[in-house]
Nanobody, 124 residues
Framework: QVQLVESGGGLVQAGGSLRLSCAASGRTFSRYAMGWFRQAPGKEREFVAAISGGGGGITNYADSVKGRFTISRDNAKNTVNLQMNSLKVEDTAVYYC????????????????WGQGTQVTVSS
């Protein structure tokens, strides 16, 4: 079992930055692929970014955030981070962290484990 707890959300003006963190329980954190999804009101949950486990550190990003967001992980601290720069109003959403042993499941919202989400609001 893996439990995930997100933090770092809040209100920021367009053009600003936020850093989300996801703390994971469990002793085998490094083996898990980790990712971030988001869901805006009235919209479906969408993929944001993912990073592979097992020491590979392969990253994937949605086109909408490429060049602005950076996903990283700290296996010693069992955390995965999402650095969000140049934020836009359309980035407003609840952001969810997820985890699975398979990167493909993290990327396609079929991951086994999910956090409760953290709200990010970008004002104009």
């Amino acid at each position: 079992q893996v439990q995930l707890v997100e933090s770092g959300g809040g209100l920021v003006q367009a053009g600003g930055s936020l850093r989300l963190s996801c703390a994971a329980s469990g002793r085998t954190f490094s083996r898990y692929a980790m990712g971030w999804f988001r869901q805006a009101p009235g919209k479906e949950r969408e993929f944001v970014a993912a990073i592979s486990g097992g020491g590979g550190g392969i990253t994937n990003y949605a086109d909408s955030v490429k060049g602005r967001f950076t996903i990283s992980r700290d296996n010693a601290k069992n955390t995965v981070n999402l650095q969000m720069n140049s934020l836009k109003v359309e980035d407003t959403a609840v952001y969810y962290c997820n985890a699975d042993q398979l990167l493909v499941k993290v990327r396609t919202a079929t991951a086994a484990y999910w956090g409760q989400g953290t709200q990010v609001t970008v004002s104009s």
